[in-house]
């Protein structure tokens, strides 16, 4: 799994949804992940829905894959050949799951699933630092799957798919689209159904790589956007950090506060505060293309020799 932009297009969440319905259709499956900007090196395995785990050590990334699949084991290594070997030998893997392995030369891979926010799929389409491009977009010629986020919100679809086949005639493509799941609140973890939020005045905060995707989110949801608050991707949270927040909501009269499961993981323990502070679960939804998919990822419908 992998993607050719700078964050934001939906990969974390795609890499959930396969190591899931892996599971389920009772596969042993891995997911060997980097660990991005964790504090500890070396090789760590989360197990048991991370409990137990510091996110810092492994990455909020790595943390909420382990928060969200509790049967699939979350190997955080740099690397991914000893992390491969790890899970073959420790827990028998019949999948392994690059999560951001596109890139990754060194190993052998049976298929490229490479991710596309089909809303701003290029940006200006010049690479890092010009633009948000990784590495060039003919580089997608060595995908075997692209998936296409927030299909159904893309400006000019056709177009899109177009210009993907004049640099990959032959990969399947896949539509997707993010989910609500549910909704709960921070402190009780108690839920509410998106329709009891409809038409309440809300901030909005985030700090991943693609604040817009979230916004967006928010306005799908129907509800008043009385401010919306953008921190660095990954931003670890200060107390100083949520009194700006809270600060700023009882400011615009909020009702109360959203933000994201990643976002959830790096804010620092509370306990009370005036508007509350409830989190959005989302996850990834095939809206097209899905039988062709597991064909591929069972064998039937690549040939790589």
Not at 1 to 25: D, P, R
Not at 274 to 302: A, F, H, N, Q, R
Request: aromatic letters at 8%; one cysteine or more.
């Amino acid at each position: 799994m992998g993607n050719i932009t700078w964050g934001g297009t939906g990969k974390t969440s795609f890499v959930s949804f396969l190591a899931k319905k892996l599971a389920e259709n009772n596969q042993k499956v891995a997911i060997l992940i980097r660990g991005y900007k964790r504090k500890e090196k070396g090789m760590i395995t989360i197990e048991d829905n991370g409990k137990g785990t510091n996110w810092q050590k492994v990455g909020d990334e790595a943390y909420l894959l382990a928060s969200q699949l509790n049967s699939v084991p979350i190997i955080v290594g740099q690397d991914r050949v000893k992390s491969g070997k790890e899970a073959i030998d420790k827990y028998s893997a019949d999948f392994l799951i690059l999560d951001d392995g596109f890139q990754h030369k060194k190993l052998i891979k049976d298929i490229d699933i490479v991710m596309i926010d089909a809303q701003d799929p290029f940006g200006n389409e010049k690479l890092i630092p010009a633009g948000k491009l990784r590495e060039p977009i003919g580089s997608i010629k060595m995908a075997d799957i692209l998936v296409l986020n927030r299909a159904k919100q893309a400006g000019d679809k056709r177009g899109l798919i177009s210009k993907l086949r004049e640099h990959n005639f032959y990969a399947h493509i896949i539509e997707t689209e993010y989910m609500v799941e549910k909704i709960y609140n921070l402190k009780d973890e108690n839920f509410i159904l998106p329709t009891e939020i409809k038409d309440k005045k809300i901030l909005g905060f985030c700090g991943i790589g693609n604040p817009l995707g979230f916004k967006r989110t928010l306005k799908d949801l129907e509800v008043k956007i009385t401010d919306f608050i953008v921190f660095p991707d990954h931003h670890i949270y200060k107390n100083k950090d949520v009194q700006r927040i809270q600060k700023q909501a009882l400011d615009k009269e909020s009702e109360l506060i959203l933000t994201t499961e990643k976002d959830k993981i790096r804010l620092p323990v509370l306990k009370d505060f005036k508007v509350p502070i409830y989190i959005i679960k989302t996850e990834s939804k095939i809206i097209s293309g899905e039988t062709k998919l597991w064909d591929m990822i069972y064998g039937e419908g690549i040939d790589k020799n």
